[in-house]
């Protein structure tokens, strides 16, 4: 009768099964970080508008994850000074004071995708 090592094809299957859970904690570390500097960049704008002082510091970040994807929220809570989100899109009487958040969320974006490539190059490296 044989014996077989089979400790290092063991140790590949634990890794393997680690590279998923890895992966996924490393990818909400960068979505995370992206939408950090995007609620930043969206309060740096915020923080001139006179007569809503506030404003800025009602805008936030928020993320979850659902089976297929980590879903991330950026913007001013809703109530009290976040209901100032007309700021952004204007009403019937005054047009936007504030630039659109897409324009911040869209500049992050590339270097989000670009970590996200990294992480997921490294799960399966």
Do not use: C, W
């Amino acid at each position: 009768m044989a014996d077989f090592d089979f400790s290092e094809v063991e140790q590949l299957a634990d890794s393997l099964k680690a590279a998923p859970r890895k992966a996924v904690v490393e990818a909400r570390a960068v979505m995370q970080k992206g939408l950090l500097n995007v609620k930043q960049q969206l309060q740096r704008e915020a923080s001139g508008v006179k007569h809503a002082p506030g404003f800025s510091r009602t805008i936030t970040y928020d993320t979850h994850e659902t089976a297929t994807a980590i879903v991330g929220e950026v913007g001013p809570v809703k109530g009290g000074a976040g209901s100032l989100a007309l700021l952004y899109f204007g009403n019937s009487r005054s047009g936007p004071r504030l630039p659109d958040p897409k324009i911040a969320a869209e500049a992050e974006a590339p270097t989000i995708a670009e970590f996200l490539a990294k992480v997921a190059g490294d799960s399966l490296g």
